[in-house]
């Protein structure tokens, strides 16, 4: 069983950074895919990037790669999510997700209840 808590949610202007962060319970957070997915209002939720335990990154490329980063520090079960140069489309519910075989598709074997982030114009 995996638990994953969200936190570094927030408002920000347009061209803004934040840095999400997902702690993971479990001692065998090391072996999960990690990931994140987000969901604006009114639209379904999207793959943003994942994760593998071994470094490998896939991201959202039509939507976030060359501004978002993914990265994990396993020693802290913990998943981060750099986000750089914000746009206000980037506006959403961003989820957490844990998967021992992929993250890509909805929904994840593992979710968190999700952190808002809305980006200002």
């Known amino acids: 069983q995996v638990q994953l808590v969200e936190s570094g949610g927030g408002l920000v202007q347009a061209g803004g950074s934040l840095r999400l962060s997902c702690a993971a319970s479990?001692?065998?957070?090391?072996?999960?895919?990690m990931g994140w997915f987000r969901q604006a209002p009114g639209k379904e939720r999207e793959f943003v990037a994942a994760?593998?335990?071994?470094?490998?990154?896939?991201y959202n490329a039509d939507s976030v790669k060359g501004r978002f980063t993914i990265s994990r520090d396993n020693a802290k079960n913990t998943v981060y999510l750099q986000m750089n140069t914000l746009k206000p489309e980037d506006t959403a519910v961003y989820y957490c997700?844990?998967?021992?075989?992929?993250?890509?598709?909805?929904?994840?074997?593992?979710w968190g209840q999700g952190t808002q982030v809305t980006v200002s114009s």
């Open positions: 997700a844990a998967d021992l075989k992929a993250v890509r598709t909805w929904p994840p074997e593992y």
């Open positions: 479990g001692r065998t957070f090391s072996r999960y895919i």
């Open positions: 994760l593998s335990w071994y470094g490998e990154a896939t």
